[in-house]
């Protein structure tokens, strides 16, 4: 199993929505053969989506509503965050106190 960048970059990506509701660190991957799995607290049970980028013909991100994966055909990276609502809702749905956890310290900038 080889991770590509394409894969790493899918993930931050995914990782930068999840990080409105939860803690970035709280977001992880794992590549397996056929998809990159990333998950909720390193739990294969709570997976927040997964990255088909390993056909040669399509790339599809999944995202999950309960146990039911639904694949949606992306042609750039970028179009993951057409799916941010999926991923922000699939959030929710894992762990009912996402979005009123502190995700740490506040950053205050000073002029």
């Known amino acids: 199993i080889i991770t590509t960048q394409e894969e ?6 995914v990782q930068a929505i999840a990080s409105r509701l939860v803690h970035p660190k709280r977001i992880v991957m794992r590549d397996q ?3 990159c799995a990333i998950l909720l607290d390193d739990n294969n049970r709570k997976a927040v989506a997964r990255l088909h980028f390993n056909s040669a013909t399509a790339k599809y991100v999944g995202t999950f509503v309960e146990k039911d994966e639904t694949r949606h055909s992306i042609s750039d990276l970028t179009d ?8 922000e ?9 996402v979005g009123k956890e502190s995700k740490g310290p506040a950053l205050t900038v000073v002029a």
């Open 8 to 13: 790493l970059s899918g993930f931050h990506i």
């Open 33 to 35: 053969k056929s998809y």
């Open 80 to 87: 993951i965050y057409q799916y941010a609502s999926q991923i």
């Open 89 to 97: 809702a699939r959030l929710k749905e894992l762990d009912p106190s």
